[in-house]
């Protein structure tokens, strides 16, 4: 008998030790997300729904040579460039350098893709054949620096 209450006790605690980490794992797991579900004594995470982009990425690749091939342009292909950032549409753009292939512009705001396409539509860049392609793509930003 003293054996069978011992062996109750000791699985009792095993039961409850164990639900105390399942019980932190779940609430660590619940406090990354804002919806969590009751289930039992435990709280757990429900599926967090996927981020809404908040910045929106243009990339270009240029022709060989773009430092010589793009005098004509360069003042208008600024120009736009700064018009777009003085709009708080682009955040910051600049070329990839060694080697100078490509550049890269961060737009912001859920409609950052078509502000990304329009700028680049508008390039003289583009339209005059120095970009040889270019994309936009969603920049999900887990960790921002906003004052």
Do not use: C
């Not at 997300?33 to 599926?47: I, K, Q």
């Not at 737009?107 to 994309?135: C, I, M, S």
């Amino acid at each position: 008998a003293y054996q069978l209450a011992y062996h109750s006790r000791m699985l009792a605690v095993r039961r409850l030790s164990l639900a105390g980490i399942g019980a932190r794992r779940f609430a660590l797991d619940a406090s990354r997300t804002s919806s969590t579900t009751r289930v039992g004594t435990r709280t757990m995470a429900a599926a967090a729904p996927p981020p809404v982009p908040k910045h929106f990425a243009l990339l270009y690749s240029y022709v060989p040579d773009i430092l010589e091939k793009r005098g004509p342009y360069r003042a208008e292909h600024l120009r736009l460039a700064q018009e777009s950032i003085d709009k708080s549409d682009m955040i910051i753009g600049g070329v990839l350098a060694d080697p100078v292939d490509g550049a890269l512009f961060l737009f912001r705001g859920e409609d950052g893709g078509e502000k990304a396409k329009a700028f680049a539509e508008g390039d003289p860049y583009v339209v005059n054949g120095l970009v040889t392609e270019w994309k936009v793509r969603p920049y999900l930003v887990p960790l921002e620096n906003v004052p």
